[in-house]
């Protein structure tokens, strides 16, 4: 009976004609734009992952053997164009070691393999610049055993005596230790977090987009005797097909995004593209999730339509923000000052989660508070209305609070994440990257006076000219060495490095994980916020749609009757426009709150953080004001249909 | 019948097409003040879009429309809407209330868009309510009326800025038959009281019998039937 019943509702969608296939266009494009957020959300999550399995065993700091170590393993970070590059040493302690990752063999002493884009920048460079650092590479590092396609790495096979002392005994090659990529993957869980509300929200519009046209089909079913059951079912299938395909098509839009997403350098460069195409279970764990998620969105919408017995469809007040909801953000605010606390004591490895959970709780706050202010907004708009459009305006937001926040949903978090990001911002454009001028050497104990001679002898065989100081290197005696020509910096390395074995490098260049960590966790505010911004623009435009949709009888009958479209216009962009200020304001706050265990909510106050707030307060006008533009023409249409329609 | 001078509407060989589809052909008519004209006529044979020509909302692809001593027919669209919400008046057949505003406002927004003041439009529409027998129901919205009662806060809508004439499509359609007699007795009777002409869609021939005169439209033309045989109550006092 359930499949009879849904069938028949998938063969009403489909005999509907162009309005039924417009409106499941809309429903499903607003939740094809959210299933690819979504998507890129944990194709990012995967990349790390899938990132860590290839590099993760060559960190800095590779897991120490307890006991019967299989090689020793040295990962140095050095420096060529201005770019990182990582220089392995590898040597086997016992023999038929399985090769590491990206290469067919455990490399012999002295054997260097290089990958791809190292090999073209040491075809591209002169010789005296890189190549002279790994002569007569025996091979390319295939992708199995790289981050990214740009990486530089070279592995070099070493003897057991060349990395004694220095080499960390490792009891295999595989093991995954600690690296850099374990605070981009707590990021990115935040980042994940940051779009959940937006998409969910998108979701709940997307969903309720066709709830009045529903809501008329089903009273004809109950007037022909269907159960209250039945048309459940009805309701719901509709709203499941067209989420499902719409979340299929929204994974496989991910899936073709990919190659352009892997363009984005993270973590110190681009990505391979199928790192960040999520496998299948994570993909069928999208598409349901989605689907499940639409699905009770429709079924929300369901309860303000009660359809009797007779086929007569009522609509009940809808439900108001009553104040019982200041106790939800009570407990959130409480949830956020708890995990604000837990946060320092809180392991690497899970403080990405910990601070998810804060952000989602400051999510909830700002979704609660919402309806309650657009509802006191309202009631004062009510009191003080003067003109048609304004009265109008007040009643709706009175009237439905929760459905005039629904369109506002998206921008309001938008908003928040702003506020959250915009002093972290500022910190970041602020943070000193050290000085970039001197190399530094590092000279081993006692032996200073003999490396100042060795490398102003190195320099002058090769014709670099530089200047030599004595100075503090880490606490220890070394050497600066400044080359007259900024150009001759990675001849100065490479005439250098067989002198020491520590990379030779400047101050800024030294911090180049920090460096490019904040340069990252730019890009990434700006993906996030521009993410946001898209689900906000098309949750608006949706909504906007829906209640032009679900409201185009009364519309039209207005508008026949003498009401100018102005009045409607001007009442549609007071209640969305007014509750955004108010609730956005409020959001804004609650974003800077959330900042506050890493800045100071007056970072927001520098520039780039006012950039920030900047353009997100025009970014969500103008989207409010595109969205009431955009569904101008359809309160147009639907106003104006031809008479013989009704 | 209570008929002025001059026909306070008329039309004029209207002729208006859908596309390729001829809907009127030629239809004439006219309503005077106080009067009360049926219009009926089968499914699909254009009773709808004549009322819709009359009334400012289409144009018609030819002939006239006049609204006293001015021809409406060829105003801009803006000027038609304007029109409609002062001079003229509309009962549809149900879902013409906004459901966010008490009834009271439902029926102020007319003269709020014609530029009183909200308060004295509150005060001039509550007034409506007792003759209507809506007292006390100021303050429900839509949703809380019976159908009976939303389609008598749609009249005192419709008249409440004195519009010249007020159609009403199918008034009665949605509702139980004692309902609708009821309501069309108090329609014409308060049309009659004010002076205002209405011209009325129906397909109840009770209703239609009822009226001061009856046109029937067939294939686009327009024919009158004949006078009531027993006038509305209301119309006669």
């Excluded at chain 1, 994440?417 to 454009?429: D, R």
């Excluded at chain 2, 002062?86 to 709020?112: D, H």
Aim: proline share 6%; hydrophobic share 50%.
């Amino acid at each position: 009976m359930i499949l009879r019943t849904a069938g028949l509702s998938l063969r009403l969608l489909r005999l509907g004609g162009r309005p039924a296939l417009t409106s499941a266009g809309l429903v499903g494009a607003g939740i094809a734009v959210g299933t690819v957020l979504l998507a890129v959300a944990f194709g990012a999550i995967h990349g790390w992952g899938a990132r860590e399995d290839r590099s993760g065993w060559r960190t800095e700091e590779p897991v120490r053997a307890a006991a019967a170590p299989v090689a020793l393993l040295r990962t140095t970070p050095d420096i060529v164009a201005g770019r990182a590059m990582d220089r392995v040493d590898l040597a086997a302690l016992q023999p038929g070691l399985a090769p590491p990752p990206g290469l067919p063999r455990v490399p012999a002493p002295g054997e260097v393999w290089v990958s791809p884009a190292l090999a073209a920048l040491m075809r591209q460079l002169p010789a005296d610049a890189l190549a002279e650092r790994f002569p007569a590479p025996a091979g390319l590092i295939g992708d199995s055993g790289l981050r990214g396609p740009d990486e530089l790495v070279a592995i070099t096979g070493r003897t057991p005596d060349e990395l004694s002392g220095t080499g960390t005994p490792v009891a295999a090659i595989g093991a995954v230790g600690p690296s850099g990529i374990e605070i981009y993957r707590q990021l990115t869980y935040v980042a994940a977090a940051l779009l959940v509300f937006p998409v969910a929200s998108l979701l709940g519009a997307s969903a309720r987009l066709t709830a009045a046209r529903r809501a008329e089909r089903l009273a004809t079913m109950r007037l022909l005797g269907a159960s209250a059951g039945q048309v459940t079912v009805a309701a719901v299938t509709e709203v499941t097909a067209i989420a499902t395909c719409a979340a299929v098509i929204g994974v496989v839009g991910q899936w073709l995004l990919a190659p352009a997403l892997a363009a984005i350098p993270l973590g110190g460069g681009v990505w391979f593209a199928g790192d960040l195409q999520p496998g299948p279970g994570t993909v069928a764990g999208i598409v349901g999730g989605v689907a499940v998620l639409a699905t009770f969105a429709a079924l929300g919408g369901m309860r303000q339509v009660v359809v009797g017995p007779l086929g007569v469809v009522r609509r009940q007040r809808a439900g108001g923000a009553r104040l019982l909801r200041l106790l939800g953000v009570a407990a959130a605010l409480a949830i956020f000052a708890a995990v604000n606390g837990m946060l320092r004591a809180s392991p690497v490895a899970v403080v990405g989660l910990v601070f998810a959970v804060g952000v989602l709780a400051m999510f909830g706050t700002v979704s609660l508070i919402g309806p309650l202010v657009v509802r006191l907004l309202g009631t004062r708009m009510t009191r003080s209305a003067r003109s048609p459009a304004a009265l109008l305006a007040g009643r709706r937001l009175l009237d439905d609070p929760k459905g005039a926040f629904r369109p506002l949903a998206g921008l309001t978090l938008a908003v928040f994440v702003a506020g959250f990001i915009a002093p972290l911002t500022a910190v970041l454009s602020g943070a000193d990257a050290g000085d970039d001028t001197a190399l530094r050497v590092a000279a081993a104990p006692g032996t200073v006076t003999d490396l100042d001679a060795a490398v102003r002898e190195r320099l002058a065989q090769r014709g670099i000219a530089a200047d030599v100081v004595l100075a503090d290197v880490g606490g220890d005696p070394g050497l600066e060495v400044t080359p007259v020509l900024p150009a001759d910096r990675d001849r100065v390395r490479t005439a250098l490095d067989p002198l020491v074995p520590d990379p030779v490098r400047t101050a800024g260049e030294a911090d180049l994980d920090g460096s490019t960590l904040v340069g990252d966790l730019e890009r990434g505010a700006i993906v996030v916020l521009a993410g946001t911004f898209l689900i906000a623009a098309t949750a608006t435009g949706t909504a906007a749609a829906a209640r032009v949709l679900d409201h185009r009888r009364t519309l039209r009958l207005l508008r026949l009757a003498g009401t100018p479209l102005d009045v409607l216009d001007a009442a549609r962009r007071a209640e969305t426009l007014r509750p955004l200020l108010l609730v956005g304001g409020i959001a804004l706050g609650l974003g800077l709150l959330c900042a506050s265990p890493f800045t100071a909510a007056t970072g927001a106050l520098q520039p780039s953080g006012l950039v920030v707030l900047g353009t997100t307060v025009v970014a969500g006008i103008a989207t409010v004001a595109a969205a009431a533009a955009a569904s101008r023409p359809l309160l147009r249409s639907v106003t104006t249909a031809p008479a013989h329609e009704d | 019948m209570s008929a002025g001078d001059g026909p306070v509407l008329r039309g004029v060989g209207i002729m208006h097409r859908f596309g390729a589809t001829t809907v009127l052909r030629g239809a004439d008519m006219a309503v005077h003040r106080g009067e009360v004209v049926a219009v009926t006529g089968p499914s699909g044979s254009g009773k709808s879009t004549l009322l819709h020509c009359l009334a400012g909302i289409l144009q018609p692809d030819e002939g006239e429309v006049w609204l006293g001593a001015e021809r409406i027919d060829r105003w801009s669209e803006a000027r038609r809407t304007a029109l409609r919400g002062s001079r003229i008046g509309f009962v549809f057949q149900f879902g013409q209330l906004l459901p966010e505003l008490p009834a009271v406002e439902n029926v102020a927004l007319p003269l709020m868009l014609g530029g009183v003041r909200r308060a004295a439009a509150v005060e001039q529409a509550a007034s409506w309510f007792g003759p209507l027998g809506l007292a006390g129901l100021e303050g429900r919205r839509p949703g809380q009326l019976s159908g009976g009662q939303e389609q008598r806060v749609a009249i005192a809508r419709a008249l409440v800025s004195a519009p010249e004439v007020v159609f009403a499509d199918e008034p009665t359609g949605a509702l139980d038959s004692e309902t609708g007699q009821r309501l069309m007795e108090l329609l014409a009777g308060l049309a009659a009281r004010t002076g205002t002409g209405l011209v009325v869609v129906t397909h109840d021939a009770e209703v239609a019998a009822r009226c001061d005169r009856t046109v029937t439209i067939r294939d686009g033309r327009t024919a009158p039937v004949g006078v009531a045989a027993a006038p509305f109550a209301g119309a006669e006092a």
